[in-house]
């Protein structure tokens, strides 16, 4: 029995990009927790970290278009629409999760916890924001939103202009207690969500912030926090692979630190893709003897956790 | 020290109803902690319970204006609505809550838990809608709503149509076990965002359904599961009145189960304001003996639960 911090990528929340409906999610979640309630069932403690790019994205859109339209709607910080999304796919995890668990006869409880990210106020990610986030729009558009709202956008590969936010690190979880104390009763615990609402702390006082933590690297520091054993970072492949793609593509069982060094520095894993994921792993295997991260897929979870497959990272 | 729960009103979120902005209402929810943050500091356990109606409606007529201007934006169902302003008001609250606590050096910790209501889906109000949300429609589009998305829609006051939902009975909370955890362990916890998110049970499956529930029931309801040994239910006035705005209002310190009966078959309450709060406090105070509830303002809550103002509800 270990105690396990689950990653879930934007693809176990939302399986087709053409439908970016609730109800399609609902469906995609209930999925979703076949695999995860696979891990409960096999006796491990798991806490779930998700993903929230497309839901965010979406609301910015749906806030942008809403305004203008009709000027009286006020548009949502994008901090409140982080929590906004934490909302909505926690409702659908928790209800999926659930009833998944009750399927099985496990009588866990399950609920998602709002929850808030320290980040530095002088993290190098504020002054250069590269995260873009909603709408496009033209250049004359933009210049007005960064004059009238203090935005920053940028021309995107000659799509149009898009807001940039900042991807500062995760420093701290403000509602750690609140997820140990649920951890430790044995209920099952949904946290930072797309990563948690990005806060700073000024003079003792959080104040969200437009940013974009990212949500394998805010998954590492709960998983530091909670002293998991484990990290578990889903995405779309089954294992890391050098060569990625190519006729020698290898794919890798095991992959010690160091290994993981030489292989970032050789330029083997893609950034904005497979490379912050690694580099998540490589945090948490680093962090104290004995910890492992895994990458692997959503649907070989289970075997992953039981070192039939997947990649495992460790000292 | 009591275990008490807070049913926190509209204005004690949205102050100024000119101003919906999230700016807004963060300030206004860091003068509302304040007075939480009292009973805090008396050493009561607060369990918080706020609406939702202002800002679910807002979220409401974002996505029926982004929809019309943009069809490519599904429109977000109305229980998932609910779960985004869990998040949305939850943040808000524990961060404001949270800096009031460690200004007084209350070394507590705070948090919003995604709560799901169960309710009956043969409860009365589903044959008969009658809460509206959203935004206005001409004859016409109401009618292709209708048949479209079977909506049920009903001609308002001469102002248009709208639609309407049903506000049914909360029957349970599904995380109940999650907030009994928490409050045990000594933390404050906020649950229950806009009466919960309606879910009905079928087949043992939890399924989310339009509906709202009134905020002081499901205050209500979670206050008995919890065995709280009060309900507080604050409001626009500092205590319950008979013969309300004439020239022989009287205030009421004690209200007995007995009077309140009576007092509400004389009419003295009004529908849709004081005789939900009258009705909430009555069902609370009649739970279990020993048990009372209290009416009164936020400004006043402290001095209320001292005995020394508000409206006291008990058998």
Redesign the interface.
Known sequence: MARIVVALGGNALQANPKD????AQLVTCHETSKAIVDLIEDGHEVIIAHGNGPQVG?FV???E??N???EG??V??F??CG??????I???L??AI??EM??RKINK????????VVVDENDPGFKNPTKPVGSFFTEEQAKKLMAEKGYTMKEDAGRGWRRVVASPMPKAV??E??VK??VE?G?VVITVGGGG?P?IEKN???E?VPAVIDKDLASERIAELLNADELVILTAVEQIAINFNKPDQKNLKDLSVAEAYKYIEEGHFAPGSMLPKVKAALMFAESKPGRKAIVTSLERAREALKGLTGTIIAQ
Request: proline share 5%; net charge negative; charged share 15%.
């Open positions: 970016t409906s609730a109800e979406q859109a749906t806030y278009t809403a203008a339209a009709n709607i006020p949502m910080p901090p409140e929590a906004m999304s934490q909302g909505y926690g409702y659908h928790q209800q659930r009833e009750r399927e409880e399950v609920a998602a916890i709002v929850t808030q403000v509602e207690v609140i104390t649920l009763a209920h609402v806060v003792g006082k959080l969200g």
